[in-house]
């Protein structure tokens, strides 16, 4: 079980600002910053609920370095093909655990919503996040950062960080 | 039956299968026709993998066409596919993706199935005695056999598993045929398979449109750059299309070559002369022994089933149709039981490529919606599908839609269309 434990408001504050950091990036389309949240041996997953419970190793997207992030980043901005959306975060209930001195873990929930085009804004993805975040050089960044999402029927395709 | 009238307004210019109308991919009535004609009678729908229900009582929920389905491993060993629909109200009473049980018990009323499929009890069969009279109780000569879910019939194939609502439907080896077959037990030969997990997808577009990406070399090469750039599929590569006897199956096959720049990637706006990656890791390929040759064959088993290899990464993908203007679209990705750690690592690496995530396969769903979309701008249009004329037939190079033109050929055989 997760308790928030020995963290102190300042810290608390400094991760959540991170997280607000990290659904502005991407909110705004600024795709070459979102590696930056990173470190160089991050990885990155999304994961369907489905897969995650039963303990099925494959994932939505798998990334395992920094520079598989930006390589994310290359194709979302210049090969895949899709049709353009904004995204909408809304990330909530964060849950904060030390692990050690500067490392936490942090689950949150997120919802995402996609707006098209000239189309409606929609419910695109409902999970939460299962993440390590740790304090490098003086700044807060993700080393592990999970996404699980129980909407599992993806609406299409899965162009954008989540 | 579709009367001649209606055939006389769709937009077929010819016998040829060159130009498919629009309305094949939008019309209520032609889509409740390809149900009953392609998933539920004659054909064989995917249901999953041995694999993916080990242990007697594990099932599996899964569908043909628009009928949900129960695979499901008996205590003998056998695997059963009973329709998920209980026989006294018609409720889908099996709610869960996966599980394990003794018996089928519908919540509604409580009748109960064994894992055959067979009625094995229901409360108040005999009436409820009070006030010593009998109360209720089904008619003296209700019989259980008769009530049993709708059993179908099934046949496993080295590990995969098919089903069809019709008992007379040929046998499953002689429905896929020897062409194709060949291809099909090149990666199911006998091993045993281990499943990775799975990705689902809801693609508002027909559900033929995801057969005919399959069944089209000529977009890989232009729509995903990866493929271009990095050789894994492109113009200049050897090939073989190959197709089944009545040209509804087909094996895309070939063989990666180094990429770059060359004459088929002139004026390809995708292609990316200078890309390289920042951690290639996605792209460590290791030929395995048994691909004898190609790096990637691309199989289309009609109506339901595509079964891909692309380098190391191995899936099914099961095509459910919701409707004629959306489909849902179900991945496994699965190894073999053999692979060492390090080769599961790889698979589940290059799944990055795959999947409604994956580099060269994301955009394929949006092509499709984007297609549905044109087509209901103009019901009396029709495509244009004469890359390498406008014949059926198998061929020896990629720069050809002939295996989309087959299927269709095929299709207005058994649509009557």
Known sequence: MIVVASISPDERLAIEDLYAEYAAVLDDQRFEEWPDLFTDDCTYKIVPRENYDRGLPLATLAFESKGMLRDRVYGVTQTLFHEPYYQRHLVSGFLMRRLTGDAYAVRANYLVVRTKAGALSELYSAGRYADVVVRDAGRLLFKEKLCIFDSELIPNSMIYPL | MIAPERRAGLAWTS??????????????????????????????????????????????????????VVMVRDRRGGINVVENHCAHRGVQFCQREFGNGKTFVCPYHQWSY?????????????????????????????????????????????????????????????????????????????????????????????????????????????????????????????????????????????????GGKSEVTAGVTSFREN?????????????????????????????????????????????????????????????????????????????????????????????????????????????????????????????????IRSMYAYYREVMEL
């Open chain 2, 15 to 68: 016998d040829a299968c060159s130009r498919v109308p629009y309305r094949l991919y939008t019309d209520p009535e032609i889509y409740r026709d390809e149900l009953e004609r392609l998933f539920y009678r004659d054909h064989w729908g995917y249901v999953g993998l041995a694999a993916e229900i080990p242990n007697p009582g594990d099932f599996k929920r899964t569908a043909i066409g628009e009928r949900s």
């Open chain 2, 114 to 258: 064994d894992l055959a499929g067979n009625l094995i009890g229901l409360p108040f069969r005999n009436g409820v005695k009070l006030d010593g009279r009998v109360n209720g109780g089904m008619p003296p000569g209700f019989d259980l056999r008769e009530h049993g879910l709708t059993k179908l019939k099934v046949e496993e194939w080295n590990g995969v598993v098919f089903a069809s609502f019709d008992q007379d439907v040929a046998p499953l080896r002689e429905f896929v045929g020897p062409e194709v077959g060949r291809y099909f037990e090149r990666i199911f030969d006998g091993r045993t398979l281990t499943v990775l997990g799975y990705s689902r997808q809801r693609i508002p577009g027909n559900w033929k449109l995801m057969m005919e990406n399959i069944k089209d070399p000529y977009h890989p090469g232009l729509l995903h750059t990866w493929f271009v750039t990095f050789g894994l599929w492109r113009a200049d590569q050897r090939s073989q299309m190959i197709l089944d006897a009545r040209g509804r199956h087909a094996a895309m096959v070939s063989r990666k070559n180094d």
């Open chain 2, 275 to 403: 890309m390289t990656l920042h951690d290639d890791r996605v792209l460590d390929v290791v030929v395995e022994p048994w691909w004898n040759g190609p790096t990637v064959t691309m199989l289309t088993l009609f109506p339901s089933l595509i079964v891909q290899q692309q380098i190391n990464s191995l899936s099914t993908r099961h095509i459910v149709p919701r409707g004629p203007e959306t489909f849902d679209f179900v991945w496994t990705h699965f190894g073999f039981a053999g692979d060492d750690d390090e080769m599961t690592r790889r698979r589940l690496r290059q799944a990055n490529l795959f999947g409604p995530a994956g580099y060269v396969s994301a955009d394929d769903g949006e092509v499709i919606e984007l297609s549905q979309r044109g087509f209901a701008q103009h019901p009396e249009h029709r495509t244009v599908c004469e890359l390498d004329g406008t014949g059926t037939g198998g061929a020896d190079h990629n720069v050809t839609e002939t295996l």
